[in-house]
């Protein structure tokens, strides 16, 4: 069963989300604000596959609501609805854990094609995760691909889902620049609609869990004008980093 979330303030808005939804064949929950998406997402014992939250509502907000469900589950799907003018809590919101976002006004087929995209990247997300997995190790860094525990230096870092497969691309693809399109399509898929700063956005997140210093990045490179670069192994086979797990 294909459940989601949609918590949107305005009644017009959220109805016309939730009719184009269960066209597409999802178990839809829909509330109206954040005390109600919380109370939903306990009462079905956090079994909900995508969230799709309203950047601006009274009380708590949607990038608020955002931080408690990521809090809750890393590998739920979470989409936020804003207007164009909200670019930066756009950014806020991804900083605190959101998969994507859409802006308002949208079509019913860019609402379905990203929801349908994240839906995606949920459910592999599980299917992988019941398989025998197996462990990627880069320098001080492993990540297993069955628990999705990441580890530096053998203590456990928490990662969102998007976090994990960025993760798991780049090691796979160790000491190769990868072009932002490439992390993109790989990431959130072909039929992405929305701007490619949302993988500049996760990979600053990203590093900020990961880097010593994250304004002098060493690990996650920049290639200015292309992409990044894991650089891991590369700095290892130099000397430059020693590898030590506990």
């Known amino acids: 069963m294909k459940r989601i979330l949609v918590c949107e ?4 808005i959220r109805d016309f989300v939730v ?6 064949g999802y178990d839809v929950i829909d509330v109206c604000n954040a005390a109600q998406a919380m109370d939903a997402y306990v009462h079905y014992g956090g079994m909900i596959d995508v969230a799709l939250l ?3 509502m009274p009380g708590m907000d949607g990038t608020e609501l955002c931080r408690w469900l990521r809090q809750k589950s890393d590998t739920m799907g979470i989409i936020m609805l804003s207007a164009k003018s909200q670019e930066i809590d756009k950014v806020r919101s991804l900083t605190q854990g959101a998969d994507d976002y859409v802006t308002k006004p949208f ?14 990247r949920v459910s592999l997300s599980t299917s992988r995760s019941e398989d025998q997995g197996m462990t990627l190790v880069s320098g001080p860094f492993s990540i297993n691909t069955k628990s999705r525990i990441f580890t530096k230096n053998g203590v456990q870092i ?19 620049a990868l072009d932002r ?12 609609f929305g701007d490619d ?3 500049d956005v996760n990979i600053r997140r990203l590093r900020m869990k990961i880097e010593e210093d994250p304004s002098t ?8 004008g292309f992409g990044y670069k894991w650089c891991v192994d590369e700095l290892v086979a130099s000397g430059e980093l020693t590898t030590h797990r506990e």
């Open 158 to 176: 928490e990662i969102t889902q998007v976090e994990y497969q960025l993760l798991e691309y780049f090691m796979e693809n160790s000491g190769s």
């Open 217 to 224: 990045p060493k690990y996650i490179s920049t290639i200015w």
């Open 197 to 199: 700063k949302i993988v």
């Open 54 to 56: 309203d950047i601006m």
């Open 107 to 120: 079509s019913p087929s860019e609402l379905v094609a990203r929801v349908d995209a994240v839906y995606r």
């Open 181 to 192: 399109k490439s992390i993109l399509t790989h990431i959130w898929g072909e039929d992405y």
């Open 19 to 24: 009719i184009n939804l269960k066209r597409s």
């Open 9 to 12: 303030d305005e009644d017009a």
